[in-house]
């Protein structure tokens, strides 16, 4: 059996029980490293606290060489530990559908992720459209299909997680073209990185899909004993010195709840100003149903 285990968000206790069972009686146990950190615990942490060795899965052994991964899997169990939920990042079906064609048998063990946790901010889960990503920009390559993703989230009012890059053995153009397999330190794309690359993309489209003026929430080491929101305009944002990783940003949509507001003006950095902010774009808008809250939904 191939067993997906979400780890939740920071230590190495958020394991649930039924996934310490499953590593500990696994034949090998993988971790994969590259979408997600468990940020404060070591592969050391986590193989003291399994009494299991743990081998890390990087993007090329992931996607590139599955099978290894995969070996044997249809006679004993291997674990693929994955920071978060298993489902919490899109490049984990590929994994289960090439266990599939081989005939091998999978299980998910669910655990929190930064898509439900994120909801510790005060925004309902509810109001959120599509989730973005954001990628570091270089000076010849600036993806942009997130403005689109936006666009439509705004357009009708839902706020929007934009969820920022990590780069983890990334070689530098000059190790690459020599090819040697030394790596450049792993780099996690800070608040106010997200905030400029998201406003130089505003300045180049001009569609005006947000500004400065936007008002937005960081999300920083969710889940973490230091876990940290910051409410502020994306202006605010480009400002501030968001601190260690990990870290999110949410765009708010124009169809806020008061309560969800209340729950943020904790987090604002000028609460006069955030207010604002949320009235401006409430007033910009044009006329929609009311948002819908957790307590008037059945879900
Ligand atoms: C590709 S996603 C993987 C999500 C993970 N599988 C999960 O279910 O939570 C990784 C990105 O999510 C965001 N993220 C993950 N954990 C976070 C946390 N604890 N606090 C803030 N942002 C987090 C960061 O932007 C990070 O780069």
Not at 253 to 276: C, N, P, S, V
Request: proline share 4%; aromatic share 8%.
């Amino acid at each position: 059996m191939l067993y997906l285990v979400g780890l939740g968000l920071s230590s190495v206790e958020d394991i649930t029980v039924r996934g310490l069972n499953v590593v500990q009686k696994c034949a090998r146990v993988y971790l994969e490293a590259y979408t997600s950190i468990l940020m404060a615990a070591s592969k050391e942490d986590l193989e003291n606290f399994y009494g299991r060795e743990v081998t890390l899965a990087d993007r090329e052994l992931v996607e590139s060489s599955s099978d290894t991964i995969l070996e044997g899997a249809d006679k004993v169990d291997v674990a693929f530990l994955v920071v978060g939920d298993p489902f919490g990042a899109t490049t984990h079906t590929d994994l289960i559908i090439r266990a599939r064609s081989l005939g091998i048998p999978f299980e998910a063990i669910h655990n929190a992720s930064v898509l439900n946790a994120v909801g510790a901010c005060g925004l309902q889960l509810y109001n959120f459209g599509q989730t973005v990503s954001l990628v570091f920009f270089t000076d010849n390559w600036k993806p942009d299909s997130f403005y689109d993703r936006i666009k439509e989230n705004r357009k009708i009012g839902l706020h929007t997680l934009v969820l920022l890059d990590i780069k983890v053995k990334e070689q530098s153009f000059e190790n690459m073209a020599r090819g040697r397999m030394i790596y450049e330190p792993p780099r996690y794309m800070n608040i106010e990185t997200a905030a400029s690359q998201l406003l130089e993309i505003e300045y180049v489209r001009k569609e005006e899909v947000y500004t400065d003026n936007t008002p937005c929430v960081s999300v920083s080491r969710l889940g973490s004993p230091d876990q940290k929101f910051v409410a502020a305009t994306l202006g605010e944002l480009s400002e501030i010195e968001s601190g260690e990783p990990l870290h999110s940003l949410v765009i708010l949509g124009h169809r806020t709840h008061e309560m969800e507001i209340e729950y943020l003006l904790d987090f604002a950095t000028d609460k006069m100003k955030f207010q604002k902010a949320v009235e401006t774009e409430v007033e910009a808008a044009v006329e929609l149903p009311p948002p819908v809250t957790a307590d008037e939904d059945d879900d």
